[in-house]
């Protein structure tokens, strides 16, 4: 796309390249060399779900929404994994009803396996289900649990098809290797209790790198491809896989609309911010992303600003000592590789700013997919269902 064309987007706005998805995909495929299954977690980006329909084994569904999102693109109930710490009985008694027993639930606790018992025996199904292993926090059951549970569970109307393990992201070499031996070994042993488990959906985790001068993301793939080798042969794998699938793809969008000097530090205001771009955790303004700026100056004088966006909180610090020389009002700054969870993790109703617009971009042809959303409207009684609660609702 032209300078001039760039120079002409409506800010702020996220634009995700089609194109990138997919060599995305390609690289992960080619380091699994078929060896595993890819499981897109939905979480990371929503936008780009139709998108992978094809292009992805699986989708893994954590809330209600995320259900509706692949019910609405017509994602076929074998490709849903149902899974979440949190499963309301009417969520799980619908999915149970409209997907049977070719969606996979997952269990995270006792109560979900009574849940799900409850829900087959109604529906005379014998339902499919991932047992979810703890890494030491909220969610899924340790291993005790679970072997205890498959040396009694056998009189269930459940079929345990697999151990699914997931512990954090941007994980380095050693965990995922450490990790995916735990895995094996701990399926292994609950294949003796339950021969019908035939499979691990493991998410590595794979770091993506943000920043400027870090260097690890093709090592990732190397690792992945690596600890493939440690699932014995009765087993098949499953990868259940976000951020990595969905950052490379995605630019954020934010126009200059100020410049000053305040006490000598140099600051540029952007009519976006923080409720719409966040990178992994707590590390906006702590290191240099990668951004790119329209239209570039040959020979201006360097000066480094500290970006800020347009809500009224000290917090709303983009980048810090970031090279603008020549810097104009009206410039756009393009923040690369916005693609995973910004679009729906950033603080979107704080001050009743808009919704930031979203593109989809393939071929260098871009397709407004949502326009600007007014949180203002959200943000006061009576504009949604006239002020009335669920409870109210008939």
Known sequence: ??????????????????????????RLRAAVDGRAKICYAVKANPFLAEDLTEEADAFEVCSPGEYDICESLHIPA?????????????????????CGVRAVYTAESPSQLSLLSRLAEEEGLRLPVLLRLSSGNQFGMDGQTILEFLQRGKELPLSVVGIQYYSGTQKRAEAMKREMQLLCE?????????????????????????????????????????????????????????????AECGDYYTRVVDLKHTDGAAFCIVDGGIHHLKYYGQTMAMKVPFVSRYPLREGAKEENRTVCGALCTTADVL????????????????????????????????????????????????????????????????????????????
């Not at 120079?7 to 706005?13: D, I, K, L, N, S």
């Not at 074998?78 to 409209?98: C, H, N, P, T």
């Not at 499979?199 to 400027?212: K, Q, S, T, W």
């Not at 679009?343 to 871009?366: A, N």
């Open 1 to 26: 796309m032209r300078q001039t064309e760039l120079q002409g987007t409506v800010t702020p706005a996220y634009v995700f390249d089609i194109d990138k998805l997919r060599a995305t995909m390609r």
């Open 186 to 246: 701990f399926a292994t042993r609950a294949k003796e209790l339950a021969p019908s488990i035939d499979r691990i959906e493991y998410g590595p985790g794979l770091r993506v790198d943000y920043f400027v001068g870090e260097d690890t993301e093709e090592n990732a793939l190397e690792v992945l491809s690596e600890i493939l080798q440690y699932v014995p042969p009765f087993l098949h794998t499953v990868l259940e896989i976000g951020r990595f699938i969905a």
């Open 78 to 98: 074998e490709k849903i994994v149902l899974s979440g710490v949190y499963k309301a009985e009417q969520d799980f008694r619908r999915a149970v009803r409209r």
């Open 319 to 394: 980048v810090r000592d970031l090279p603008l020389g020549g810097v104009s009002a009206g410039d756009l700054l393009v923040f690369h590789k916005a693609g995973a969870y910004s679009v729906t993790e950033g603080i979107g109703l704080f001050l009743s700013r808009d919704l930031p617009r979203i593109y989809r971009e393939e071929g260098g042809k871009r397709t407004l997919l949502r326009d600007f959303i007014q949180t203002s409207k959200i943000n006061r009684k009576g504009e949604i269902n006239n002020g009335k609660t669920s409870c109210d609702l008939k």
